[in-house]
């Protein structure tokens, strides 16, 4: 079964400073891979996805990540940091079933940005 | 657009109680999906829908959790006998189809406490 890590629970950043957000997954063949933020008291909203396409995908808000196949990673980034990106962000990897494909999320790292 | 709703946003019951969580799904979407987040973790599925069909409920804990579906648009999840354990938010999500391709959009959750 797939799985996806997340370095680090919380990672706190200056405003306007580099944000970099780990992930790993466990797969023998590139999945589907994503990344979703939760702003408190809301629903997920994706952020972006890779689907085997370009390796550096590039999503909303100024984010963007970079499938490693030989790291097995995906690390989210984004050069600047805003107060408005202080939020929970889920990394999640697809698993291809026979009917569908299951997404299994990563237990999620707490940004926040300080002033 | 709506997107997907939940009902209601908290619900607060004592052990041993039923409770009813309610998913409308945006409109036209035919895959249904429900998960758990327990705090600091990140989404668990529970069970998908295709249709009015659970095409998988291989995530439901136990038998006194149940889903149902039965035309193919809302959808509520069930749980008998409620315990501490299952405090939780309960997240439902929508997609237009069941492919990796296909973003699941996410609802805010119903926050479930049991004392």
């Known amino acids: 079964a797939q799985s996806v890590t997340q370095l680090g629970s919380h990672v706190s950043v200056s405003e306007g400073a580099l944000v970099l957000l780990r992930c790993n997954y466990s797969s023998s063949v590139p999945p589907y891979l994503f990344w979703y933020v939760q702003y408190p008291n809301q629903g997920l909203q994706l952020l972006l996805k890779?689907?085997?396409?370009?390796?550096l995908v590039k999503g909303i808000n100024g984010f963007e990540a970079e499938f490693k196949k030989s790291e097995t990673s995906f690390h989210l980034t984004k050069p600047s940091a805003h107060m408005s990106d202080a939020a929970e962000y889920f990394c999640a990897v697809s698993e291809t079933l026979t009917s569908y494909d299951k997404v299994i999320f990563g237990p999620g790292t707490s940004l926040s940005v300080i002033p | 657009g709506a997107g997907v709703s939940q009902t209601p946003s908290n619900k607060v019951t004592e052990k041993g109680k039923y409770v009813e969580l309610r998913c409308d799904p945006i409109s036209g979407h035919t895959a249904l999906y429900w998960y758990r987040q327990s705090l600091g973790q990140g989404p668990e599925f529970l069970i998908y829908f295709q249709g009015t069909g659970a095409a998988d409920d291989s995530g439901l804990p136990n038998d006194r959790f149940f889903a149902v579906r039965p035309e193919g648009s809302v959808s509520t999840l069930k749980i008998q006998r409620t315990e501490r354990g299952d405090s939780a938010v309960y997240l439902c999500?929508?997609?237009f189809g069941a492919g990796s391709y296909n973003e699941q959009f996410f609802g805010p959750g119903t926050r479930l406490t049991v004392l």
């Open positions: 890779y689907t085997s396409a370009a390796t």
């Open positions: 999500a929508s997609s």
